[in-house]
């Protein structure tokens, strides 16, 4: 009789083993990086977990496509999960500008939260999403200019350099300091800078540390706030996220949104700081100055207020969007 109870509960077992669905997340970074690591990895356990094996989610070994593709991997359900950087898709969206112009907060956790919070309450109206469904958006931790052999003490010495630069935003930010940017994705700014293509970067302390460029910049100009961030998303194809039933969904929500955007933002925070200590006595490090920041502020705002506009182009009113990041970004500073 034993017998029989043990092997009636190992079909059942192999049964839904068997009926579990597994999802497949593309990725394109080293599976050492923070992203992937921290976050992705994580994430996609936790929906495991949340569905009691019902769902599982598999990172692929190999990429799919590059950096800018990915998104699309997502719509067109080549891969069931993506994420990746709406800034390497120019002009698709829009309402990422908010998240990353500057001077929003000095830990990504906050920014991250206040921004999917925003996102979920407001910027999602724009539409920009309707192909996918959105498990996060969220940011890195402020990104600050790093260089070497130049005193950024001084904003002058940003003039003129060329400055090593990502998608989105950070392009017309550092040409209003008077940069020159070159354009280069992460994994060959080793190459950009130690070849002499690029004099500096644009980056937050966890790429300079895990990108080994803590040898190649001696100097950062640290801005309260970060001159910007960049944003990410993580998104399901559209069919596979419908073809999961209500309890499937409903477990998967409880894991992904605001969990996964404050995931995501301590994952950086804690990444910032090892980047932080590892350019300790390899790397000077200059506040700038009350002053410093108001001609910064000066300097980029006609770019901001670019921004901005195309936020409002989308549908979305600007000032109303920039007055709820605020609020949460001060509710979430008061927790």
Request: hydrophobic residues 45%; aromatic residues 8%; charged residues 20%.
């Amino acid at each position: 009789m034993l017998r029989s109870a043990s092997a009636l509960a190992g079909a059942l077992f192999i049964g839904q083993a068997a009926s579990a669905e597994t999802l497949t997340v593309a990725n394109w970074l080293p599976p050492s990086h923070p992203l992937v690591a921290d976050v992705i990895a994580p994430f996609a356990a936790s929906i495991s977990e949340a569905t009691d094996g019902r769902v599982t989610a598999s990172i692929l070994p190999a990429p799919l496509g590059p950096p800018p593709a990915q998104y699309d991997l997502a719509v067109n359900g080549v891969a069931d999960i993506t994420f990746g950087v709406q800034g390497y898709n120019p002009g698709r969206f829009r309402t990422t500008n908010l998240a990353e112009i500057p001077f929003w907060g000095d830990t990504a956790e906050e920014t991250s939260v206040a921004y999917w919070r925003t996102w979920d309450s407001l910027l999602k109206e724009a539409g920009e999403y309707d192909d996918v469904h959105v498990l996060a958006v969220f940011t890195h931790g402020p990104g600050q200019v790093f260089m070497k052999g130049g005193d950024l003490s001084e904003l002058s010495t940003i003039d003129g350099a060329k400055i090593r630069v990502g998608g989105g935003i950070v392009h017309e930010l550092v040409s209003a300091l008077g940069g020159v940017p070159v354009e280069g994705p992460s994994s060959q700014t080793y190459e950009l800078l130690s070849q002499g293509v690029a004099d500096g970067i644009t980056f937050p302390y966890e790429s300079v540390n895990f990108f080994g460029l803590t040898d190649l910049v001696d100097q950062a100009l640290v801005i309260p706030g970060g001159l910007y961030n960049t944003s990410f998303f993580v998104v399901m194809n559209k069919d596979t996220w419908e073809g999961l039933s209500p309890e499937d969904q409903a477990a998967i929500d409880s894991v992904s949104g605001e969990a996964l955007a404050r995931l995501a933002g301590q994952a950086w925070d804690s990444a910032d700081a090892a980047g932080f200590e590892a350019m300790q006595g390899k790397v000077t490090f200059h506040d700038a100055t009350p002053e410093q920041v108001d001609a910064i502020s000066k300097m980029v705002a006609p770019v901001v207020e670019a921004k901005l506009a195309e936020i409002d182009a989308a549908g979305i009113p600007s000032e109303k969007a920039v007055a709820m990041m605020k609020e949460n970004i001060e509710a979430l500073q008061a927790e």
